[in-house]
């Protein structure tokens, strides 16, 4: 399979180089360019949370334990005792930092469902939810944040798929097939359940079609090319 650092630039290019074209086309402002970009970045190390001792997963969980930590200290810091506070921000990180990463390594299987197109799109529509509701992103933003990390982590997948293959030797690797798949016969259940999940998200989420239209517009287009032209 690829390494960290193959992954990282296999995902950082082409997100720098979407990014830059939706804020040329006035698709996101630069500050949700800039998200845009580390979502799809993100995405590119995600689908390697379930390899217990992987740097992706030490960043991941590392990031979140601290993001959980401010969200709370900055929800709590009102009308909560500082002492209070400060033990409710180290719970959080614990929680996260601890609790969910052992959760997932003990529920996860390295190339097992997380490796797959359904869950690509879930942790996609996930993003889409919470840009729409949470950020208060408008339709085009929320789904081009989704879209971002979604198209990282499947950047991911293609490359384990790349680096299965032997070309030196003429030979697939045993790993070959266990990353671009549908779903997983061993685990049928866990199947229905990522595709049950996306469906309802998508059906949650804000109406698409906003994104269909401002991406095909010639006045989508037509900044793309000034802001082109102006570079060259």
């Not at 299987?109 to 490796?115: E, N, P």
């Not at 798949?181 to 259940?189: A, H």
Request: charged share 10%; with cysteine; proline share 4%.
């Amino acid at each position: 399979m690829a390494n960290f650092r193959v992954h990282v630039l296999g995902a950082a290019i082409p997100s720098a180089l979407a990014a830059g074209l939706a804020i040329a086309g006035g698709l996101v402002t630069p500050q949700v360019g800039g998200v845009c970009f580390g979502l799809g970045v993100l995405g590119g190390m995600l689908p390697d949370i379930d390899a217990d001792n992987s740097v992706p997963t030490r960043i991941i969980f590392g990031a979140l334990a601290v993001v959980a930590a401010v969200v709370v200290a900055s929800a709590l810091h009102v009308d909560t005792a500082p002492g209070l506070v400060a033990l409710a921000a180290v719970a959080a990180f614990v929680a996260i930092r601890v609790g969910l990463r052992g959760f997932t390594a003990w529920l996860c299987v390295h190339r097992g469902l997380v490796h797959s197109l359904p869950f690509a799109a879930l942790v996609g529509a996930i993003v889409v939810c919470v840009a729409a509701q949470a950020f208060h992103l408008g339709p085009t933003q929320a789904w081009l944040a989704g879209l971002f990390l979604t198209g990282g982590f499947l950047v991911h997948l293609a490359l384990d798929e790349l680096f299965s293959v032997d070309l030196l030797g003429a030979r697939m690797k045993r790993s070959f097939g266990t990353a671009l798949k549908l779903g997983s016969r061993r685990q049928l259940l866990g199947t229905v359940m990522l595709y049950a999940g996306v469906i309802a998200l998508v059906r949650f989420a804000p109406p698409v079609d906003p994104l269909v239209r401002d991406v095909t517009s010639k006045r989508t287009r037509a900044a793309i090319a000034a802001t082109l032209a102006r570079l060259r």
